[in-house]
């Protein structure tokens, strides 16, 4: 991870901080079976993310299939954003 954060630019302070915040928003999407008010803000926090990681992965030029993580969590967020709504 160290040496992913470096090739986009990013400090090791941002990676952690990156890394807290996957973490609380993932914590966030299972809590939300339980408390779904938190569905929202976890989903949209997580796709905020995912979106940063997708456009990192475009500044340093790495392939489609190195986004892929990324593009499919995004696209699982706006899933659960969307469902709540319905």
């Known amino acids: ?3 992913e954060f470096a090739a986009y ?13 996957k973490i609380l928003s993932a914590l966030g999407l299972i809590v939300s079976i339980w408390v779904p008010i938190l569905s929202i803000p976890s989903a949209s ?3 905020i993310l995912m979106i940063g990681a997708i456009l990192m992965h475009m500044k340093i ?5 190195q986004s892929m993580p990324a593009a499919i969590f995004l696209l699982l967020s706006i899933i ?7």
């Open 45 to 47: 926090l997580m796709a």
């Open 61 to 65: 030029k790495d392939s489609p299939k």
């Open 1 to 3: 991870m160290k040496e």
């Open 9 to 21: 630019g990013l400090s090791e302070s941002i990676m952690y901080i990156i890394g807290t915040l």
């Open 80 to 86: 659960i954003i969307i469902q709540t709504y319905i």
